[in-house]
């Protein structure tokens, strides 16, 4: 028998480490929710914060009144996927719900989740448009690199306006069950670890829904360099998780290593490469240009014109991520143990 779409507990697993600028806005997210209160309990995964973030989170524990329960617990390992795992064990819902610190959501977020659930579903999804945190041009600038496809995904979790199935999704509910029978997720994969967990449920059977009624946003880096950065840091985990879950990734995912392979051993070889090189380089950035174009045709923001050397260098750090990765990871595979821990029934 169906429970009633609000009478199911939903177990909202918060991982943060030094979100003092985002928790806030987020807390007040998760007080306008639509779904009753009383069926939601909050675990916020303290990953050894060394700013504010717990003392934000204190205080919301202590002044509340609405929610089941809000909890806080410490994670000494510090990364995402043990703060996770840490919250799904401590929770006892029935759906377990991933959000980022750093994210907004909307006031039907959790209800819009739970109907989905509902209709049959063990794990959904829904969109997840970036916004900018910051104001001004420039800002503007790095969240139009980061929402073009060609500088952040073309995944179909991103801005899709239909439902379907599809092979991950961000800030995702699970029922129970999935983890008891598929596994926690994998604490020796960092930024991947959503690519293994979707690839293992799928695996098991399950589908994972997408619905575009289930909506929340994430805040892009705020400079160029942290960008980068991050960039740099997914490409690296693309390498290193090839050695030991490779069929959870993409052809996509390799397609900036490629490219910058195909440009070092064109320079390598030149004078011999010189036509390749120059049709190579050419075609991409007479693509670039075409794209900046249109870009600065809709929004008229004149730092747009540096637009083709912000994506080429996006480009650049994650595919010289995966070389690297993919280099380093012929040493730490040997290290891997690739254990996977199911949640207790």
Known sequence: ????????????????????????????????????????????????????????????????????????YNNPKKNQASGFNLGVKHSVGDLILKIDAHSKVTE?????????????ESVCGGPRPTIVEGKGKWAETLHLVEENMFGSSIANYRNSSEDRYVSSIFHGMYKREVFQKVGLVNEQLGRTEDNDIHYRIREHGYKIRYSPSILSYQYIRPTFKKMLHQKYSNGLWIGLTTHVQPKCLSLFHYVPCLFVLSLVFSLALLPFTFVFITL???????????????????????????????????????????????????????EYKGTVIYLEK
């Open 108 to 120: 039907s977020f959790v209800m819009n989740n739970v109907a989905v659930i509902q209709q049959g």
């Open 280 to 334: 190579q380089l050419g075609a991409y950035f007479l693509l670039l240009l075409l794209l900046t174009f249109l870009t600065l045709l809709k929004h008229k923001n004149g730092f747009l014109i540096v637009m083709p050397f912000l994506l080429f260098s996006i480009h650049f750090a994650y595919g010289l991520g995966t070389i690297i990765g993919l280099i380093r990871g012929v040493k730490w595979k040997k």
């Open 1 to 72: 028998m169906t429970q009633n779409v609000e009478s199911l507990l939903v177990s909202i697993v918060i991982s943060a480490y030094n979100e003092e600028k985002y928790l806030p806005g987020l807390i007040e997210d998760l007080k306008n929710q639509t779904y009753p209160k009383e069926n939601i309990e909050i675990l916020f995964i303290n990953a050894m914060s060394t700013d504010g973030t717990t003392a934000i989170i204190q205080e919301f524990i202590k002044e509340d009144t609405e929610f089941n329960s809000i909890r806080l």
